[in-house]
């Protein structure tokens, strides 16, 4: 679930994933990391520095697989919630 920790329950607005996800490492990792990279350039800059480059090393990747997705936007009124089911393939 990802949503801001509100105080109002009226406002809550969020997604929700199930599915499956798994920690990468190796090739599947260093793949995901480029692509991090190529989204946000300015990351670069940040690895240059010794601490920081070793940091990034130790952070952990996952690839989530999500078989249903949900948006909750109770802005909208009671519960006001759709549900997407996803086909795996």
């Known amino acids: 679930t990802v ?12 997604v929700q994933l199930w599915g ?6 190796g090739a599947a990792k260093a ?8 989204r946000f350039p300015f990351v670069r800059d940040l690895l240059r520095e010794p601490r920081m480059a070793e940091i990034v090393r130790s952070i ?5 697989a999500p078989h249903r997705a949900a948006f909750t936007d109770n802005t ?10 996803l086909v795996v393939e």
């Open 20 to 25: 499956e996800a798994r920690r990468l490492t």
């Open 3 to 14: 949503s801001e920790d509100y105080q109002d329950w009226e406002m809550i607005q969020g």
């Open 60 to 64: 952990a990747v996952y690839r989530i």
């Open 76 to 85: 909208t009124g009671v519960f006001g919630r759709r549900v997407l089911e």
């Open 31 to 38: 793949k995901a990391l480029a692509l991090y990279l190529r």
